[in-house]
């Protein structure tokens, strides 16, 4: 049997090296033409700039509740005036920002509305400018855009919009372990996006997140942070129940304590349902009424 050998002068032979030589250049000219973005590379995939920005979390820090800033009417305040008996929910933001600072606020804005605790009432609202450029004006805007958007009668004393200088927000931003940077290229704010909820004494409870809070977390993380103060036994029920998680911000079902609970429930039903029973056993002889034999007369 005879093998047959290909051609390299065959018509077909010819089709392949020239398809395999369209292919090579093909991907050399790819490589040549895709050029590595700057400041990327194969171990760092963002920009350098964001290196700068993050959240630390450092819970249990105190704030430095002597620093000064300025409010919406310009009067000079300590940041300790807004941390007196009530939990406070914190936000590092500018009022100028064109995105993120806005979202972060209407989030908040939309899951208090969820919520049947009032700001000023049960809990404070403070948001606190890391621009030292804005004033009271833009602090003043942003307060009444807020106030109106949560239209909850008598919260205005609620929702606080302090500015100040460069070294009193440095101090609180470093106390929360907010890292943020100005981006001379897009002239804004680099900076991630979070509240948090401080108790009374000023020191870090809770960190929440992005831009969306879900009202039963705020609820609970106020509650937590108020001592038990505010909320109800349902309240203390549900913190019984679930445990924050600091890695991610929300609280998640501590599925032991549900156990428990859920036997010791059972239990309890056990032994109420027992004692009914016991109870309704005691009572028939009584209900029965005395043996027929008693009833009868005697013959004669």
Not at 62 to 82: I, K
Not at 146 to 164: I, K, N
């Amino acid at each position: 049997m005879k093998y047959l050998k290909a051609n390299p002068n065959s018509v077909s032979s010819k089709i392949t090296a020239t398809t395999v030589a369209w292919l090579v250049l093909a991907l050399n000219a790819g490589a040549q033409l895709y050029q590595e973005p700057k400041g990327l590379g194969p171990a760092n995939i963002k920009p350098a700039i964001l290196e700068k920005v993050g959240i630390d979390q450092r819970l249990n820090e105190q704030l430095p509740l002597n620093t000064t800033f300025h409010d919406e009417s310009g009067r000079t305040v300590q940041l300790g005036q807004y941390f007196k008996e009530k939990p406070v929910i914190l936000a590092l933001v500018y009022y100028t920002c064109p995105m993120l600072c806005s979202e972060v606020l209407n989030g908040l804005t939309s899951s208090l509305k969820v919520l049947q605790f009032t700001a000023g009432k049960e809990f404070e609202v403070v948001a606190i400018s890391i621009n030292p450029r804005e004033g009271p004006a833009e602090a003043l805007k942003k307060r009444e855009g807020y106030v109106h958007r949560y239209r909850r009668a008598g919260s205005e004393q609620g929702w606080h919009f302090l500015t100040g200088e460069e070294q009193s927000i440095q101090a609180v931003a470093k106390s929360v372990g907010f890292r943020y940077t100005w981006d001379p290229n897009i002239q804004q704010y680099a900076h991630a996006s979070a509240i948090m909820i401080i108790t009374p004494q000023g020191k870090l409870a809770q960190y929440y997140y992005g831009i969306e809070y879900p009202p039963k977390d705020l609820r609970l993380g106020l509650v937590q942070a108020s001592q038990n103060k505010i909320g109800n036994l349902v309240d203390q029920l549900l913190l019984y129940c679930y445990h924050y998680d600091a890695s991610v911000g929300k609280y998640s079902a501590a599925i032991m304590k549900i156990v428990r609970l859920a036997g010791a429930a059972t239990a309890l039903g056990i032994g109420l349902l027992m004692v009914v029973l016991f109870r309704k056993d005691r009572r028939r002889p009584e209900l029965a009424g005395p043996a027929p034999e008693q009833h009868r007369g005697v013959r004669s």
